[in-house]
């Protein structure tokens, strides 16, 4: 089975630092994506890990632990903008398809 | 970014009507899928494509079906429209197996009164 989880929703204030956890159980594994997602738009790529470690990419960074089924998002030095949805999704074996987790609402207050 | 989009923007339709929804892509990606995306569910596969005439179905396909007769255009039709369908929908698309992330078109609102 495909099963994937984040906590629905956060909230951190501007200028923080936020981590956004993903565990997943899926029946194949070719790399963990996290996309970014704000309201009423099309979800865009943030970051992609298919090895065990830490990728950072400017104010993101995004974790992986295969063992364990476990990754994390994190956002350094919060603005306004990154308030939006946060999606972790897991690459089948064959590198076609995607399963999606459902979502982590992130609200940045001031 | 990826050149693809979708139509309509947004449509209402009557519960039992059948619904065509399209998507282009200009980047000449090989992979074509369709989602919906709904509360507290997030994005759920309906079908997806491999190339043209070669689709295949995904986690929610009962009453959609897809075609693919050009490597740019990929079409989902439900078949006879119900509530239960009222969703925002997305496309994606994605290169060739090594390629790494999908890009997303805009997104569909239908809403099934």
């Known amino acids: 089975g495909q099963n994937i989880d984040q906590p629905t929703e956060m909230t951190a204030t501007e200028g923080a630092i936020v981590q956004i956890n993903c565990t997943y159980q899926t029946s194949g594994f070719n790399g963990l994506f996290w996309y970014q997602q704000h309201a009423g738009e099309a979800p865009t790529f943030l970051s992609y890990n298919v090895l065990d470690g830490l990728e950072e990419k400017g104010r993101f960074s995004s974790f992986l632990s295969r063992s364990k089924g476990y990754s994390y998002l994190l956002l350094k030095e919060l603005q306004m903008k990154d308030s939006a949805s946060y999606l972790c999704a897991v690459r089948d074996n064959y590198g076609q398809n995607f399963v999606f987790g459902p979502g982590t609402r992130l609200s940045v207050l001031p | 970014d990826a050149g693809i989009t979708q139509s309509p923007r947004h449509k209402v339709t009557e519960t039992g009507t059948p619904v065509t929804l399209r998507c282009h892509q200009t980047e000449n990606h090989r992979y074509m899928y369709w989602y919906r995306q709904d509360p507290g569910h997030g994005l759920r596969l309906i079908h997806y494509s491999y190339g043209v005439k070669d689709t295949d179905k995904g986690e929610v396909s009962d009453g959609y079906s897809v075609s693919r007769s050009k490597t740019e255009d990929f079409l989902l039709t439900l078949e006879s429209a119900t509530s239960s369908q009222t969703s925002v929908y997305f496309c994606?698309?994605?290169?060739?197996?090594?390629?790494?992330?999908?890009?997303f078109g805009q997104g569909t609102r239908l809403t099934v009164v």
């Open positions: 994606a698309s994605k290169g060739e197996p090594g390629g790494t992330e999908a890009f």
